[in-house]
């Protein structure tokens, strides 16, 4: 059974990666004429809400703890990549500001740091709560 604590840990690491790698090609390509900057479009909270509410689209599952509980559903992916042009285009049509790049990298290693150092405390209580209580 997978811990929706995890889960969603994953997930934010998951948009992380493929936010990193967008943002690398997008500073790779700083020089290619007519090269539009792409994104990770972050979960848009109120659509998972919603969905989970009985809406269309839902990024929160549910979870059996108990046999008269509904079954649980795997969540669709809530985000998406996206073109992501920046403020300016120079006369060849690129549309990479590498200060904006930079700094949309420097995000990204934040919440990185951010999310790993959750994932550490959430393994550090599992182990408390695994161990035996003292004699």
């Known amino acids: 059974m997978e811990i929706p604590y995890f889960a969603a840990?994953?997930?934010?690491?998951?948009?992380?990666?493929?936010?990193?790698?967008?943002?690398?090609?997008?500073?790779?390509?700083?020089?290619?004429p007519g090269f539009t900057p792409r994104d990770a479009a972050p979960a848009d909270f109120d659509a998972i809400v919603r969905g989970a509410s009985g809406g269309a689209r839902t990024g929160v599952t549910l979870v059996r703890t108990q046999a008269n509980h509904l079954a649980a559903r795997t969540a669709p992916e809530a985000w998406q990549i996206r073109d992501a042009p920046d403020s300016e285009t120079t006369i060849d049509g690129n549309q990479v500001v590498l200060e904006d790049e930079t700094l949309k990298a420097g995000q990204v290693q934040i919440e990185f740091d951010t999310a790993i150092g959750l994932y550490q405390k959430g393994l550090q209580i599992l182990r408390t709560a695994a161990r035996a209580p003292p004699r």
């Open 9 to 32: 840990l994953k997930a934010k690491l998951d948009h992380l990666g493929v936010r990193q790698r967008l943002l690398a090609e997008n500073i790779a390509n700083a020089t290619t």
